[in-house]
């Protein structure tokens, strides 16, 4: 069965540095997300990627983060000048070009600030 | 900006009892998914639900979307140890799924 996969799993960095996140949705999906999660509250919508440009993003998504797709098969968010509220657990999700389907998640990645 | 509510934010259920869930929008939703996630798990599809009023039904989970697509539910019964987890509901606004914050359900044996 197909599914997104997310790379790494667990990601340490030190308050300051930049981090990206690596995503490699369904193939034939159209629609791009990335959520956050922080532990033990709700998911959080940061934003969503069409036609290889921003459809929608949240305030969360400010300056300090940017996604991008690189090639045909990878969907990636950087977070720059990491602080430590930035920890938290990052989901990918994909959805195919219906827009009455539903999203499919990645295993996610643990982010870690110190 | 839109806003999706869920409540009770935990429950605590004996094994066999029900369960459920409220879901409630600050506006019109074109559809609303819920999404159960196990600890340490991520996000898994349960259902979606389109139609004003609609109820769909998956073996002891059953779902209602209100009938002005603003508020759904989600109820569990005989609940198992199995359906521990968090249950979120998910609003879809344009292409944007907006998450609630969740129920936190568990069971004891």
């Known amino acids: 069965e197909p599914e997104v996969t997310q790379t790494p799993s667990h990601q340490v960095t030190q308050m300051g540095q930049e981090v990206i996140l690596r995503c490699v949705p369904i193939?034939?999906?159209?629609?791009f997300y990335w959520y956050r999660q922080i532990l033990g509250q709700k998911v959080e919508f940061l934003v969503s990627?069409?036609?290889?440009?921003?459809?929608?993003k949240s305030e969360i998504f400010d300056d300090q983060f940017s996604v991008e797709r690189p090639d045909g098969s990878n969907f990636t968010l950087k977070i720059r000048s990491t602080k430590l509220e930035d920890s938290a657990m990052y989901f990918c999700?994909?959805?195919?070009?219906?827009?009455?389907?539903?999203?499919?998640f990645g295993q996610g990645t643990r982010l870690t600030v110190v | 900006g839109q806003q999706v509510m869920q409540i009770p934010q935990y429950q605590h259920v004996q094994e066999g009892e029900d369960f459920t869930t409220y879901c409630n929008s600050s506006?019109?939703?074109?559809?609303i998914q819920w999404y159960k996630q196990r600890p340490g798990g991520h996000p898994v599809f349960l259902i979606q639900?389109?139609?004003?009023?609609e109820v769909k039904k998956q073996k002891r989970l059953t779902f209602q979307f209100g009938e002005a697509k603003k508020n759904s539910s989600l109820h569990i019964t005989a609940t198992q140890t199995t359906d521990v987890g968090t249950y979120f509901c998910?609003?879809?606004?344009?292409?944007?799924?907006?998450f609630g914050p969740g129920t936190r359900l568990s069971v004891l044996p």
């Open positions: 999700a994909s959805s195919p070009p219906n827009p009455n389907t539903e999203a499919f």
């Open positions: 193939s034939n999906h159209l629609y």
């Open positions: 990627f069409y036609n290889n440009e921003i459809s929608e």
């Open positions: 506006t019109t939703l074109s559809n």
């Open positions: 639900l389109v139609k004003s009023g």
């Open positions: 998910a609003g879809r606004l344009g292409q944007n799924f907006v």
